[in-house]
């Protein structure tokens, strides 16, 4: 709301004073509403992963025992959305040897083509997927083991692309930013990097291929917590009291 000026703040309050409740998909995203809607009448609806993006349990134990750096980006390809960042940190990796194998899915910005398609060129070990939906991308997140969103997107809520990685057993990379602390915690379901820094990626990532052990533990937490907590039924639950209050 404090990006809303002048005559569009105004409809904009309008609008939500004509409700009478609001959801939101977390804590720390009840801001947003506050200054619209009674704090008593927000109610936190956390996102939800499809049930087909579910992977069988002895596909987590494989990955498990997969040593080898597979990145996954998968978003819109905008400045924001720290991409330029995550190519700067597999040239890093490629420049000191590491070896890697990173899969970049998402609509490419028309302002950046040039320049990202530039990096594509360069990186001997990076596809460019192109925009993938259904059976794709969840052959996409099972296939990696490292999924990255360095964001600092000005209008980022609570991507769904980050529940979506750690239900396939993914470790997280990504930045403390907007709604995402309430799903995601240091350490526990991977590793924050800093915003607007290659070389935070970069480090980040050769920690993990130097302490596979510990962070194979991740991919399974991560596996366990979605399907604990953020699964179509828990949603539907969940909107049906909110709706019945």
Request: aromatic share 12%.
């Amino acid at each position: 709301h404090e990006l809303l000026k002048g005559i569009k703040k105004k409809i904009f309050k309008f609008l939500l004073s004509k409700t009478s409740k609001g959801i939101v998909l977390s804590e720390s995203l009840m801001g947003n509403m506050s200054p619209f809607i009674r704090e008593k009448n927000i109610y936190v609806l956390y996102n939800f992963v499809e049930d087909y993006l579910f992977p069988k349990k002895e596909i987590i134990e494989k990955k498990q025992r997969d040593s080898n750096l597979k990145i996954i980006f998968l978003s819109n390809l905008m400045e924001e959305k720290g991409i330029f960042e995550l190519l700067q940190a597999l040239q890093i990796l490629e420049d000191k040897g590491i070896k890697y194998e990173a899969k970049i899915a998402g609509n490419i910005d028309d302002k950046n083509k040039k320049k990202i398609e530039k990096y594509f060129k360069l990186l001997k070990n990076t596809t460019y997927c192109g925009v993938v939906y259904g059976e794709e991308k969840r052959k996409l997140l099972l296939w990696g083991n490292i999924f990255i969103l360095a964001t600092y997107y000005t209008m980022e809520g609570q991507p769904i692309s980050i529940l979506e990685a750690m239900a396939a057993g993914n470790i997280i990379l990504t930045t403390k930013h907007a709604g995402i602390p309430d799903i995601f915690k240091d350490q526990f379901n991977g590793y924050y990097v800093e915003k607007q820094d290659s070389k935070s990626i970069a480090d980040k990532l050769q920690y993990i291929s130097k302490n596979q052990e510990a962070c194979n533990k991740i991919k399974q937490v991560n596996f366990r917590e979605v399907q604990k907590k953020y699964t179509v039924r828990n949603f539907i639950e969940k909107i049906t009291y909110i709706f019945n209050q």
